[in-house]
């Protein structure tokens, strides 16, 4: 229903921000990330935003970037995770950072989040990992990347790094990371060049 407001920052407080859009308040629920990324009262501002209907209230959340949004939008597909939980995920790890944890099974990167113990952190990742490589890099999806193990080398390098991209990481240490993998395992795959490089950037 709403996509973004954009207006002046009339107040902030950790939890929650509350954006002036000629002369109506808008109260949205925040993550601590979003938080770190506001500007001072008064300035011009724009959040992505989602709204939660359900029988007893309406809120909406606002998040800094589209990444932000669409990762929360998808813990919201995960079992026993509801909006609250899904934004002290936002809040406890970068987007980039659940993204690396849930493609590299690495469920105790989760477990220091409030709210998430063992068995959630564990759900997360089974539940998400398919629809995360799923997500649309640019003009390129990465389901092809996941069903093109017969892709030429440049089609390769193009689709992992283009997922890299969509993941949030940093364009350069994408292309260095992809472009060593290759140079050392040039029959992988574009899922396979995914997995390398998440791990190869998070120990760099």
């Known amino acids: 229903m709403f996509a973004y407001f954009r207006g002046r920052l009339a107040s902030a407080v950790p939890e929650e921000a509350v954006i002036d859009v000629s002369g109506v308040g808008y109260r949205l629920l925040i993550s601590a990330s979003t938080y770190r990324q506001l500007p001072l009262p008064g300035e011009e501002i724009l959040l992505y935003s989602h709204l939660s209907v359900r029988e007893d209230a309406m809120h909406l ?20 995770v509801g909006p609250k939980l899904a934004l002290a995920v936002l809040s406890g790890l970068p987007v980039h950072e659940v993204h690396e944890a849930i493609m590299t099974n ?7 989040i409030t709210g998430v113990g063992k068995k959630t952190a564990a759900r997360i990742i089974l539940e998400l990992r398919d629809r995360i490589l799923k997500l649309p890099p640019g003009s390129s999806g990465l389901t092809a990347v996941a069903g093109a193990p017969a892709a030429s080398s440049a089609q390769v390098r193009d689709d992992a790094l283009s997922a890299l991209l969509t993941l949030g990481f940093a364009r350069q240490a994408a292309q260095n990371a992809v472009t060593a993998i290759l140079a050392e395992h040039s029959h992988f795959t574009a899922e396979e060049v995914i997995k390398s490089a998440l791990v190869a950037i998070r120990n760099s």
Request: proline share 4%; no cysteine; hydrophobic share 35%.
């Open 61 to 80: 959340y606002g998040f800094s970037s589209e990444a932000e949004r669409q990762l929360f939008r998808l813990l919201l597909l995960t079992t026993g």
């Open 106 to 112: 690495a469920p105790e990167k989760l477990y220091g």
